[in-house]
């Protein structure tokens, strides 16, 4: 089912006697329960305002289509969205409905902030068929609850969005990657923490493992001046890592295979993602017995390929953190919640889906 309208989302919603799964552009590979409803048919771009930094884009607009409007006012979605297509192989196009509602967020994240944190605005159709909108087009926005923060990352399971408004951020002169050549994993994230507490607006910071063909990358972006100067104060820095460095100029290659992690599209076995603090980070590759990783967000993002049907969360024991299954089956996809997070996410699903038709197969799966 693809609905034309809102007003056709609604009347889908509210006249659906089973479960529906919810896709935006079916990228991220998710598990059929029910009827597919999908957002697709609800596109364009409502209203940019440059000059306001604020884009107002329909749930199914593609997100090429956004990166190609805001790229010819030199703006961009400063949150750096993942394509998950080369990781599970999957076709279809990215949607702007479904980066909010799965909060998807790259590398620029430790900087920028996520997805949910550029979200002004949203309208979505609850589990019963009714019309909810909330927030607006600009930051300082009080409108009750924020029911905005509250859509980013609830994967649909509270209601499906329709519209969505979002502030958006100017592109950077330029940018420029310090690669640090050989570490341990260890050392690593020692380099990107001391990268991170330094004063030079780190944008980026992550580690592929690799003995000595291993690189750690920071990134820095802004005025040629100033990016130039921050990297050499980098450099100076992290000097006592004792280990070759280089810098790259033209790294925007690069952080995108970080971004859509690269290294392991086409590879076997099952993909999690985990997200622990970051001085966990390599304890957490240690314990995993994983055949290749790969840590972003200066080691607090771990990427792990296992082999597959490896119960990762098992052989992790309990970690300050969670554990998601990418790419995978055969076990639950989220980490199981804390029994108090539990309680309190069975209350909203109750409250805005009833009668848990929405992507109701997420929450066992």
Known sequence: MTPGSEAELAQIVADAKGPLTIQGGGT???????????????????????????????AGTPVAEVDAALAKERQRLAFEPMDHRG????KGTPTMG???AANISGPRRIQAGAARDFALGVRFVDGQGEIIKNGGRVMKNVTGYDLVKLMSGSHGTLGVLSEVSLK????????????????????????????LGSPYDVTGAAHIPGGDAGVT???????????AYRIEQLRTALARFGTEMSVSEDSNAAWQDVRDVTAFHGATGDVWRVSVKPSAGPDIVKSSGAEAALFDWAGGLVWLCTAPGTDLRARLGPIAGHATLVRGSGQARFHPEDAGVATLSQGLRQRFDPRGILNAGLMGS
């Open 217 to 227: 990358m920071i990134r820095v972006e802004g005025f040629e001046a100033s990016v």
């Open 87 to 90: 990781l599970l192989d999957t």
């Open 28 to 58: 991220r590979g998710m598990a059929v329960d029910g009827d597919v409803l999908s957002t697709a048919g609800l596109s364009g771009i409502e209203l940019y305002e440059p000059g306001a930094l604020t884009i107002v884009v329909k």
């Open 168 to 195: 958006v951020l100017p592109m950077p002169e330029t940018e420029a990657t310090l690669m640090v050549h050989g570490l341990d994993n260890d050392s690593a994230v020692q380099a990107m923490a001391a990268a």
């Open 98 to 100: 479904s980066l909010v």
